[in-house]
């Protein structure tokens, strides 16, 4: 069977709230889960002198199919129904893509939590740390262990994203152990034309 639109996305222009809270939207996704709810504000001019913001129902299709329904419910899930970080820059018109939005920013995490699961021990390795006690410990790939990366979607953050042009920086928080000592860590993982182009350490401290 061909792919089949499951999922009518609803773009409700409000001045900022929806149901006036995000739980309402959570609610009403859960009561209609083939239906995409955004958020967009509108001016409208009254008498020509006064600007008002109103609310206005405006109804938008957004094609989901079978192959990325469950990636699109769990991101509206894991936003609290809460998009408007991937249609802020869209015109009405250009609302169907926000499933390619959302499959291209599931793609930079898995990219960022692979380099973080591949590359974290060798580029901490000789990097000193200062424990809770105040002295110093150097850490050493090959004693390095037990790393974990936080790679739920909502703990692996996006932030300077470029749809267009497939960059974005990628925050990816976790623990390892050495020598019994646990450590927290965060690294910042640069994507450039959808790949993985650089990343460092942000911070490196004692669990």
């Known amino acids: 069977m061909d792919k089949s639109k499951l999922v009518k996305g609803i773009a409700i222009v409000s001045g900022g709230l929806v149901c006036a809270a995000a739980g309402c939207v959570s609610g009403f996704v859960l009561d209609n889960p083939d239906t995409i709810v955004t958020v967009q504000e509108r001016i409208v001019e009254v008498n020509n002198t006064v600007e008002v913001p109103v609310d206005v129902m405006v109804e938008k299709i957004v094609e989901v199919d079978n192959g ?19 249609i802020d ?22 990219l960022a939590v692979a380099e973080i699961k591949a590359e974290l021990f060798d580029e901490l390795d000789n990097t000193d740390v200062t424990l809770a006690d105040n002295s ?21 953050i996006l932030s300077d994203i470029d749809y267009e042009d497939g960059d974005a920086d990628v925050s990816v928080t976790g ?21 993985v182009d650089d990343f460092e350490i942000v911070s490196v401290t004692e669990a």
Not at 139 to 156: K, Y
């Open 68 to 86: 990325n329904l469950d990636l699109v419910l769990d991101e509206l899930y894991d936003n609290d129904g809460s998009v408007e970080y991937l």
């Open 89 to 110: 820059d869209l015109d009405d018109d250009e609302l169907d893509q926000v499933v390619d939005r959302i499959v291209m920013a599931q793609d930079f995490k898995a």
């Open 136 to 156: 110093t410990v150097e850490l050493d790939d090959d004693d390095m262990e037990r790393l974990r990366i936080d790679d739920d979607s909502d703990e692996v």
């Open 175 to 195: 623990t390892f152990e050495q020598d019994d000592v646990k450590f927290d860590y965060e690294a910042l993982v640069e994507i450039k034309d959808g790949e």
